[in-house]
């Protein structure tokens, strides 16, 4: 069974720019989160989707972050424009049942 | 609001020598608690799940217990593959989405 697929694996930008980050979850899974990860915490949960419906994004900073989910598979999550506070790495994961399966992140560094 | 600490921070020990980490957590209705744990660059794999105080999972040299305030990691005998961050979370009654709330996590070094 392949796992969630994440891109980029490393981003490195300027404050004041933009950036986009994709993932395709495990076949079959109807549920798809977005974590942020900063150095030295656990994950926070920015939104999740139920097939391509929201049904939390109470954390995500809506006045700079926004996230997508067209029919259902693929997601892609966007910061326009990026603060130096940011910096993070980005964790997709996806869920059958309890158990969340995560990707290997993309790590966001911004100067 | 749901709360999860997570101690100690670090961990060092020697191959062989058994210890414990704790998750302790503050949620309305629990509907679960969940042990992940997460290598350098890498995303966070799932190890257990507990539903009511008593129960207990085991996996290999890790076990995990529940209380109704707290949940113990026990680690018999590591290795130093065991090497990593463990990290508990919980899903509370509270949110109708059932999010997970993380803990900042304890990172274990096992020294050969």
């Known amino acids: 069974e392949a796992g969630v697929a994440q891109s980029p694996r490393y981003k490195i930008i300027e404050k004041r720019q933009s950036v986009a980050f994709w993932c395709n979850p495990i076949?079959?899974?109807?549920?798809l989160y977005w974590y942020q990860q900063i150095l030295g915490q656990g994950p926070k949960l920015l939104i999740q989707f139920q097939n391509n419906g929201v049904v939390d994004d109470s954390q995500l900073p809506k006045d700079r972050f926004s996230a997508e989910r067209l029919k259902g598979v693929d997601s892609t999550l966007k910061i326009q424009p990026a603060k130096l506070e940011d910096s993070a790495v980005y964790l997709c994961a996806s869920s059958r049942n309890e158990k969340l399966f995560f990707g290997s992140g993309t790590q966001l560094s911004v100067l | 609001e749901d709360q999860v600490t997570q101690s100690p921070e670090a961990l060092r020990l020697q191959e062989g020598e058994s210890s414990s980490l704790n998750c302790s957590y503050t949620?309305?209705?629990?509907?679960?608690l969940f042990w992940y744990r997460q290598d350098p660059g890498k995303g966070p794999e799932f190890l257990f799940t507990?539903?009511?105080a008593g129960e207990e999972k085991e996996k290999e040299r890790l076990k995990a217990t529940l209380t109704k305030k707290e949940s113990f990691l026990h680690i018999t005998a590591p290795k130093p593959e065991d090497s990593a961050t463990y990290l508990c979370?919980?899903?509370?009654?509270?949110?109708?989405?059932?999010?997970?709330?993380f803990g900042q996590g304890t990172t274990l070094q096992v020294k050969p």
């Open positions: 076949s079959g899974h109807a549920t």
């Open positions: 507990l539903y009511s």
């Open positions: 979370a919980v899903k509370g009654g509270s949110s109708n989405t059932g999010k997970l709330i």
């Open positions: 949620v309305s209705g629990l509907r679960g």
